[in-house]
């Protein structure tokens, strides 16, 4: 499962909440991201495809793995375009994704109150621009990301169980 949308959306929060929910294995895709990217998100620019293809490849591989040896798994990821999930669907599949939303203002406070990220509030604006949600024909959910994480997460359990997502 990749728990998708942009900076502030809480994407990782949830995730993990998701992962200990379902007893299942939790990575932060952000963790899989080479120097390089990071020195230039850290400076305000904005990645572009040929910035993300190797880091895409990395957390497909990931997902992949841990659907193939049935441990599953949940991974935060922002995946904000419909190329970038078709590119984790290439190495896995049976990927479900869980698309969080908010509105503006509260992604601008949060950002605004974190602490320890990589990602400057800067970036929210390219972000929002490049998003592209789910569509009809992705295996996956749309959820409201303004109420309190626990109730996303249950929300989110509830949404993987109707969609038959294992």
Not at 9 to 17: E, Q
Not at 63 to 83: I, K, Y
């Amino acid at each position: 499962m990749v728990v998708i949308g942009v900076s502030g959306v809480g994407k990782s929060t949830v995730a993990r909440l998701l992962a200990e929910r379902l007893g299942l294995p939790f990575a932060e895709a952000d963790d899989f991201h080479p120097p390089a990217n990071i020195r230039k998100m850290s400076s305000g620019v904005p990645l572009d495809d040929h910035d993300r293809r190797s880091w895409l490849e990395t957390v497909g591989r990931w997902l992949d793995d841990h659907d193939a040896d049935g441990s599953g798994g949940v991974v935060s990821c922002s995946a904000l375009r419909r190329r970038y999930r078709d590119a984790l669907r290439s190495s896995c599949p049976s990927a479900f994704f869980l698309h969080l939303t908010a509105e503006r203002a509260l992604l601008e406070a949060r950002l605004h109150g974190r602490t320890g990220h990589f990602m400057p509030e800067t970036l929210l604006d390219s972000q929002l621009a490049v998003l592209e949600p789910l569509q009809p024909d992705e295996r996956g959910a749309t959820l409201d990301a303004s109420p309190p994480p626990e109730e996303i997460t249950r929300r989110a359990a509830e949404a993987v169980t109707e969609a038959g997502w294992n």
